[in-house]
């Protein structure tokens, strides 16, 4: 992660069941839904104004840190985690072993 992101807060948008990077006052953010030892990832979305800058990544490790400090195992449904995940193959360290594409990661 660039070093300019890593004091910049994850919140966890409960209300609307998202995760959330404020940059540059535009939120980054990735929808999920879950069970109780769960949580899906299902779209992420950065501002065009914010891309290129990484914001994406730095939102994606942000909220995979949370899943792992909440103990909680991955389903990663969006493509664009999907993909991060398969760049940085420690992560699948969380990822469901029940998922349907976990070998393809």
């Known amino acids: 992660m660039k070093p300019e992101f890593e ?3 994850l919140q966890n948008n409960e209300e609307q069941k998202r995760f959330e990077l404020d940059v540059n006052g535009y939120t980054a953010f990735i929808n999920y839904g879950g069970l109780s030892n769960q949580i ?3 779209h992420t979305e950065v501002p065009k104004a914010l891309a ?3 914001v994406g990544s730095a939102l994606v ?3 995979l840190q949370y899943i792992e400090n909440q103990q909680k195992t991955l389903l990663p449904f969006c ?7 398969k760049k940085h193959p420690e992560w699948k360290r969380i990822v469901d072993t029940k998922f349907k594409a ?3 990661l």
């Open 79 to 85: 493509p664009f985690v999907f993909a991060y995940i």
């Open 7 to 9: 004091n910049i807060p």
């Open 40 to 42: 899906a990832l299902v």
């Open 61 to 63: 490790e942000k909220t």
């Open 52 to 54: 290129g800058l990484s």
């Open 102 to 104: 976990y070998d393809q």
